[in-house]
């Protein structure tokens, strides 16, 4: 309350409670820890200015997620324009699961470290809503508002990096007959 | 009913924010392929969830370098509102003068108008 009226100490109290959290989100949205530490000091400071429209209805760190991942989006946006990399929800991951024998990974820290993988190998479009929705539990509404699109491109989004992250960890046979059918 | 017919909505089933009712349930609770599928979806979603509890500790700095920020643009903002407000006491003070001015200008006249009067008189 006191920081919304602007007082710099409690928005401080604010920061050194959450900053470890945004890092994380902004960690897992970019893949990269200089762009995280750009896109946390871009949130907070966005944060800041913005205070007073932060209603109170929803928690602190809620509406601080949402900051971060609208700045990771423009963060992201512009390294692809900067390296003229196309961003396509088809395109292929790299599949390392024959390196990998399922039964060897049978348990669940292992599969987290193999849904990481698989999570950096996404294309940002698609591991930006699938962390959203999958890991900081934000609603298909808070995710369509934050990224500018509606909330059924959200939906659709989030439907394909669930199916990639499931192929890519646990390839099934008809796999790619079905997804060249979704491509015709 | 086929497997291509439900398979978009296991990873929704799987989360539980769809329920599968008629001939997709049936299919599903009798088809191996679609029940392993589901399986495979719901170790993927805990797997997803587990990375919330996951914490990546940031490099030494972030916290100063985040306050060194919103501090400078504090800074910044309490400079243009101190500007912003000098102007506008600027802006009055000229308003103002400029009002006592023309009142000035009012009462002489008045005053003038009334001696010539007097000396008509």
């Not at chain 1, 949130?43 to 949402?66: I, S, V």
């Not at chain 2, 769809?18 to 719901?42: I, M, N």
């Not at chain 2, 919330?52 to 501090?71: C, Q, Y």
């Not at chain 2, 910044?76 to 200008?105: C, E, F």
Request: aromatic share 4%; net charge positive; with cysteine.
């Amino acid at each position: 309350m006191k920081a919304r009226q602007g007082d710099h100490a409690s928005f401080e109290e604010l920061v050194r409670m959450t900053y470890v959290d945004a890092y994380n989100l902004a960690y897992r949205l970019t893949g990269d820890e200089e762009d995280a530490r750009d896109v946390v000091q871009d949130a907070y400071l966005r944060a800041f200015r913005g205070l007073r429209r932060f209603r109170g209805d929803a928690q602190f760190t809620t509406w601080l997620y949402r900051i971060t991942a609208n700045c990771a989006a423009s963060s992201l946006g512009k390294r692809v324009r900067h390296r003229h990399d196309v961003l396509d929800d088809d395109e292929e991951i790299v599949d390392l699961s024959a390196r990998v024998d399922p039964a060897e990974q049978a348990d669940r820290g292992a599969v987290r470290e193999r849904v990481k993988a698989a999570l950096a190998e996404l294309p940002p479009r698609l591991r930006t809503v699938v962390v959203l929705r999958d890991v900081y539990d934000l609603s298909h509404e808070a995710i369509a508002a934050e990224l500018g699109i509606s909330e059924s491109a959200a939906k659709v989004r989030l439907h394909r990096a669930r199916r990639k992250l499931r192929e890519r960890l646990y390839p099934m046979a008809g796999d790619e007959e079905r997804d060249a059918r979704r491509a015709v | 009913m086929r497997c291509e017919d439900v398979v978009d909505q296991l990873a929704g089933v799987a989360d539980g924010s769809v329920t599968l009712r008629g001939s997709a349930r049936w299919h599903v609770d009798r088809c191996l392929h679609c029940q392993a599928e589901l399986v495979q979806y719901r170790k993927v979603l805990r797997a997803l969830r587990t990375l919330r509890t996951e914490i990546l500790e940031p490099a030494p700095g972030l916290l100063a370098d985040i306050l060194a920020t919103i501090s400078e643009s504090g800074e910044r903002h309490a400079v243009r509102q101190l500007l912003s407000g000098r102007r506008a006491a600027y802006v009055g003070g000229i308003a103002a003068a400029t009002a006592a001015g023309a009142a000035g200008a009012v009462v002489l006249a008045s005053m003038s108008r009334r001696s010539r009067l007097r000396l008509v008189s």
